[in-house]
């Protein structure tokens, strides 16, 4: 990371081209992404029928396509409304020097993120789980029973609810003082589960600047030598003052940025093929305009807000092995379930993403989206475990044996996508004394496993 | 005499006959435009939408006929074609964009009476305070056009104040709020303090949606619609004015569920 670079970034957001938000988003990207789309002949190639992706010659064709879109784009500056833009020559130089691997955590929870190619066998790294929001109370023993399963890597969520029983209000000193106090809840609880060097990306109770001020690089906060400063951006490919803050904080404290977005099939990228695109070209730009050490630009489906129906499989995985296959950079995905938990549709949800972005050469995940991120509580440790093991335990399958499995698990679902069911909350599927699953919700988790090792995942049972 | 007689009659049959087929090609010809207009609207034409609603007032064609049978007609097709996901957001939202156009040329020439037939009602819509996300918000926006609203987009990060103010100044029916982030819900429940505080909340339906925006959330707030999708937005509002319950109601409309 490079005070010059941010400067030149900077410099870009205040000198770059002219355009307005509305005409970027209806007019730019729309229509940049069916010229590209169009050049390299990757029109109507999305096949639902097949929704995991094995084409190798496909995605070669999407990597060149992102990248140009990358460079003949760039990211539009909300704050200012002027276009970032690099060169072609500037990218490359970007991909090249990005890390191919990267250290979190400390001590005995030190873990390293590498760069993965499809059907890799080296196991990927996961990170629980987004930030679903979760009362004050739960916070800790929450995060402690989640943090107990040692397949899980890193922590990111959940979100506090309040801050000292006050509702964080965005934009407010409360963010500020959320970001703090979720650094220290968060560890508290990894050192009640024995696990005091486990890494975070954070600070995902506030998104916005204000909450990485107060929680990130300042004294009990999270520690920038070993954890990531999350930006999120809105779609597609902006950037803003929020974001570019926390470079220039990450950069002051000595930290290191993990940077992402989200691509909408039906949103201003289009057809699954556009979303496909706009991602491979969205992760490389993470890299450029944001100095990101590991990056994230998953699509999702904006018809039920979620990505483990058919179409979003697959942009997804034509995505990830676009880039895992053509560069070494870092990147990472999130598979939105949208079921609650304690029901089988989640793991369903769970086993047909996860197995995809591993056999994708996806190297880091976070999740799950339990309920889709609607409801308060509405998480639990166990659907967390179940994500690590489907995600680590597909690394070097085939991608064909990948699809056949997703082709019988995807109708047990996939009718049920807009509207899933809620499950049940944390408090209701757990036990909170033990921290261990209710009978019911580990009776569902054992019978789904089976199913679904029957059908060839290969996992451990128990 | 006779041949006198005949001539006339034959003349004031070619008349009658002529007043006929002239009747025949102004309504062919005013068809013509509606099409064109509805064509204009469908491909996102802007340009193309003011000059056609301009064609429409020098050629006669009734404003009102023109919006409800020619604009209105685009809009009824494009949204069919984005509920098939044949196009997506951004022909939705150059379609809203060629559908203000129409608006703003033809609105004017038709009479006070009439112009609460243009449409619907106006809505108020914006991403709620310390949140700068707005695809949600812009296809609610642009479901509420299609759906026959007039939409006052006020963009994101929007102050409770300023929700308030711009209901007050263009007279809307609706205030609609959309949030991403949990940490801007406080400020839709803002919007409704704020609503009381200066006595108008009866004078605003308050309608919410958006990521952590639950039916729970709209109950404890006192709003008076949730949606979960952009077209159940639509529907709310739909209902909210079209049926007799004035704001606030006492259970929160919820659509999606």
Known sequence: ?462 | MRLYFFCIARAKNLCWRGAKTKSKVMTMAKRRILDRLTMAIIGGDEISAKETSEECIAAGVDPLEAIKRGAAGGMKVVGEKFRNFEIFLPEVMLAADAMKACMAVLVPKISEERKSETSLGKVVIGTAAGDIHDIGKNLVATMLSVAGFEVYDLGTGVSPKRFVETAEEVKAAVIALSSLLTTSLAYMEDVIKLLKDTNLRNKYYVVVGGGPVTPEWAEKIGADGYGRYAEDGAEICKKLVTEDMPPPLPKCIVEGV
């Not at chain 1, 890799?120 to 989640?146: M, N, W, Y």
Request: aromatic share 8%; proline share 7%.
């Open chain 1, 1 to 462: 990371m490079s005070v010059e670079t941010i400067l030149n970034i900077l410099d870009r957001a205040h000198t770059g081209p002219f355009c307005t938000v509305h005409d970027w988003d209806a007019k730019i990207i729309p229509s940049k992404v069916k010229e590209k789309l169009k050049e390299h002949g990757v029109e109507k190639t999305c096949t639902p029928q097949d929704p995991i992706n094995a084409d190798d010659g496909l995605v070669d064709e999407y990597f060149k396509a992102g990248f140009e879109l990358a460079v003949d784009v760039g990211m539009l500056c909300l704050d200012t409304e002027r276009v970032v833009k690099v060169t072609d020559t500037e990218l490359k130089e970007v991909i090249r020097n990005a890390p191919s691997e990267l250290p979190m955590g400390e001590g005995r929870d030190k873990i390293r993120i590498t760069h993965r190619r499809p059907e890799d066998r080296h196991p990927p790294i996961q990170t629980c789980p987004l930030g679903i929001v979760v009362s004050e109370d739960l916070f800790i023993p929450l995060v402690q029973a989640i943090a107990q399963y040692r397949i899980i890597d890193l922590l990111e969520g959940p979100s506090l609810e309040t801050v000292y029983g006050r509702p964080i209000r965005s934009g407010t000193p409360y963010e500020t003082l959320a970001g703090r106090v979720q650094a220290s809840m968060h560890k508290e609880a990894v050192w009640r589960a024995g696990r005091p060097g486990m890494g975070f990306d954070e600070v995902i109770t506030s998104p916005t600047v204000f909450g990485q001020f107060g929680g990130y690089g300042v004294p009990g906060g999270f520690d920038p030598k070993r954890h990531a400063a999350l930006i999120l951006s809105p779609s597609e490919l902006k950037t803003s003052y929020t974001s570019l803050h926390k470079v220039v904080h990450a950069i002051n404290c000595g930290g290191f940025i993990f940077s992402g977005t989200f691509v909408l099939i039906g949103g201003y990228a289009g057809p699954p093929e556009g979303a496909a695109l706009v991602s491979v070209a969205s992760n490389m730009l993470q890299f450029a305009v944001h100095q990101a050490s590991y990056a994230s630009s998953p699509i999702m489906d904006m018809r039920y807000m979620g990505n483990c129906g058919r179409e979003a499989q697959w942009a997804n995985s034509v995505a990830y092995q676009a880039l895992s296959r053509n560069t070494h950079l870092l990147t990472g995905a999130v598979t939105n379930q949208v079921a609650g938990p304690c029901t089988s549709m989640i793991l369903y949800e769970s086993t047909v993403g996860m197995m995809n972005l591993s056999v994708s050469g996806v190297s880091i995940s976070v999740g799950p989206r339990s309920a889709g991120g609607k409801y308060t509580n509405y998480i639990s440790p166990l659907e967390c475990k179940y994500v690590a093991e489907v995600f680590k335990g597909c690394a070097g399958m085939k991608r064909s044996d990948a699809n056949e499995i997703a082709k019988a698990i995807i109708p047990k679902y996939g009718d049920k996508l807009r509207y899933p069911p809620k499950g049940k909350s944390f408090r209701e599927c757990f036990d909170l004394e033990t921290l261990k699953p209710t009978k019911e919700w580990r009776d569902i988790y054992l019978k789904v496993k089976k199913e679904v090792m029957d059908l060839g995942v290969p996992l451990e049972y128990p």
